[in-house]
């Protein structure tokens, strides 16, 4: 993980009407629009790396023996009943 260190960089977004509405929701508390919006960021990049990290979990999770199910075949004769 890098963060950026030293002086912190100024950004400028272009907002619309959207956007707006969040930023009004966001500082409704009276949080500043610059406190607003780098809480939003932290927590989109949070999620992010959660979600990341949950995808990894369950790729390396054992999946055990197959259990000899043909998941397609049992859908076709479902489906194929429904007729």
């Known amino acids: ?5 030293g002086m912190a ?3 400028t977004i272009r907002t619309d009407e959207e956007t707006e509405h969040a ?3 966001l500082t409704h ?6 406190a607003a919006i780098r809480q939003a960021v932290l927590e989109a990049a949070h999620r ?7 995808r990894r979990a369950v790729l390396r999770m054992d999946l055990g ?3 000899d199910v043909n998941v397609a075949a049992e859908l076709a ?3 194929a009943g429904e007729r």
């Not at 993980?1 to 260190?5: A, E, T």
């Open 9 to 11: 960089d100024t950004i």
């Open 65 to 67: 023996q197959p259990d």
């Open 48 to 54: 992010r790396e959660r979600a990341a990290q949950m």
């Open 77 to 79: 004769r479902d489906r």
């Open 29 to 34: 508390d009276g949080s500043s629009r610059s």
């Open 1 to 5: 993980m890098s963060y950026h260190s």
């Open 23 to 25: 930023l009004d929701v």
